[in-house]
């Protein structure tokens, strides 16, 4: 299965990027799960906004509060309220270790055209991919968004191992390893460039603490294309 441009005419109109999205990352889950040992699990995360809700309430009957005895004590007011860019957009399938409870192995990322879009932005999806790696944790990267340019995979690299060079390349896949050997932590890191028109690869997902798995790009995103009955070759 080709690559499609989800972001151009004639697909744009017909179809949200954002559906595609989320079900590619839902065959992702899916797929990997079929790979995983017994232990791991993989989940699809998927948001387009940021709304936090804090809900406070009392149920009938129940004891009182304890803050009606305390002290009026008050907090005081912020000393300075700034801005706060958070990445928003958020397309991911998140590998788990149980530990006792879940703990990250890796991270699958479908870059968004929100990622892509101000240096803010840019830099905020940059800061999570990072701290990742600084965790130890395996990190993939799928970039087909082809309405901005960026290169994010460069960014990161940027952020982690300065001075390193990746692909320059619009459109991209990459997977990230993060390795300690005889006490000194390197970067592994496989790389493909994408084309509209042409296959996707599979790339080696090592997660951490655990097997290396394939992340097979091409099947799960012909799976997607097939589910939403996307229209190929303009038909």
């Known amino acids: 299965m080709p690559l499609l441009d989800h972001f151009h005419e004639p697909l744009r109109s017909r179809r949200a990027w954002t559906s595609f999205h989320s079900s590619w990352a839902t065959y992702l889950a899916e797929d990997l799960n079929g790979e995983l040992p017994p232990g791991y699990f993989a989940e699809q995360i998927v948001q387009f906004a940021l709304e936090i809700d804090v809900a406070t309430w009392e149920e ?7 803050e009606a005895a305390a002290s009026a004590w008050e907090p005081p007011s912020p000393q300075a309220t700034l801005p706060l860019v958070v990445v928003t957009d958020v397309v991911e399938v998140r590998i788990q270790r149980l530990e006792g409870g879940p703990v990250l192995a890796g ?13 803010a932005s840019r830099d905020a999806f940059v800061s999570k991919c990072a701290a990742y790696l600084q965790a130890g944790v395996a990190l993939a990267l ?8 960026a290169n994010l995979l460069q960014a990161v690299l940027d952020r982690v191992s300065p001075g390193s060079r990746g692909l320059e390349a619009d459109l991209y896949a990459a997977s990230y390893r993060p390795v300690v050997r005889q ?9 493909e460039p994408l084309t509209v028109g042409q296959p996707l690869p599979t790339l080696p997902l090592w997660l951490r603490g655990g097997p290396c798995v394939p992340l097979r790009l091409g099947p799960t995103y012909e799976r997607a294309v097939r589910m939403l009955r996307l229209p190929v070759n303009g038909a």
């Open 183 to 191: 006490g000194e932590t390197t970067l592994e890191l496989w790389q």
């Open 107 to 119: 991270a699958v990322e479908l870059v968004s055209p929100g990622n892509k879009d101000r240096p």
């Open 60 to 66: 009938s009957g129940g004891p009182p509060r304890a």
């Open 142 to 149: 799928a970039d087909i968004v082809t309405e901005r340019r």
